[in-house]
């Protein structure tokens, strides 16, 4: 079932896709050559504290075992899902996927980018871009009257026109008082299939792009999803508003 927010819903889940926004984009600030990928963690962790936002991932039930830390952080060949380490400092021409879900006044927001540390080769800054532009079209199309398959089907024609490989199965999702609520919303698909989308719905678009070959594999730790070939992938994510007329971004943060 897809939950239709209320007006009263629809201002809970602006302010806490403000706070993930928020606590993302200090994330992304903080990256840099040198840190680690725990300490990363630690400083996001401290901040939803402070505002009084919890990680939506933290303690996330898992085939293995929950999940272990505060965001998700996943680096070069890992696509999503990757865990923080002590062992793992972010050093020049990586690219680190920052995913960030908090939960705030009882509602859910999520969000990821994909930083760019020190210099990144020209082609990997390309490779980076065509996942944003894909969350772009992707986005364009939430609109009221259109279909789930819609957004699904920009993303894959811009992935596939720029020869990405898609992430099969790891799709984006509806949000709300859960972090995973219905719909999926796979990044590939027919048009005009699905449900319709109507204004309220509030969406969490993330196409999850690799470099290369698709194939993905699920690392000993039971989370860390990282591409066969070794080859780079990227993610990027926002959660939206369907509306009467535009897709409202509530994942960008309220200066
Ligand atoms: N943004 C991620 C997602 O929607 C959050 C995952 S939480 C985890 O899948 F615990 F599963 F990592
Ligand atoms: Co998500």
Request: proline residues 5%.
């Amino acid at each position: 079932m897809i939950t239709i927010k209320t007006k009263d819903e629809i201002v809970k889940m602006r302010s806490a896709c403000a706070m993930a926004a928020r606590v993302l984009n200090a994330m992304v600030e903080y990256a840099d050559v040198g840190v680690s990928t725990y300490d990363l963690d630690c400083f996001g962790r401290d901040l939803m504290m402070e505002l009084g936002a919890q990680s939506a991932c933290f303690h996330y039930p898992g085939r293995k075992s929950p999940y272990p830390a505060h965001s998700c952080i996943s680096i070069n060949d890992e696509v999503v899902h990757g865990i923080p380490s002590k062992n793992v400092f972010l050093k020049d021409g990586d690219i680190v996927s920052i995913d960030v879900s908090v939960f705030y006044n009882g509602y859910a927001g999520d969000n990821t980018k994909t930083v760019r540390i020190g210099n990144v080769s020209k082609e990997v800054e390309r490779f980076v871009r065509v996942a944003e532009e894909a969350l772009d079209l992707g986005i364009a199309q939430a609109t009221a009257g259109n279909r789930i398959g819609d957004i699904s089907h920009a993303i894959e024609v811009h992935a596939q026109k720029n020869r990405c490989g898609i992430l099969r199965d790891f799709v984006g999702h509806g949000i709300g008082k859960n972090l995973h609520e219905d719909p999926q919303i796979p990044n590939f698909g027919p048009p005009h299939t699905g449900p319709i989308l109507k204004p309220g719905m509030t969406l969490a678009i993330e196409p999850m792009l690799t470099f290369g070959n698709e194939k993905v594999f699920i690392a000993d730790d039971g989370w860390t999803v990282k591409t066969v070939d070794g080859k780079l992938a990227v993610h990027c994510e926002h959660t939206i508003l369907v509306t009467e007329i535009l897709p409202e971004v509530l994942t960008l943060e309220k200066k």
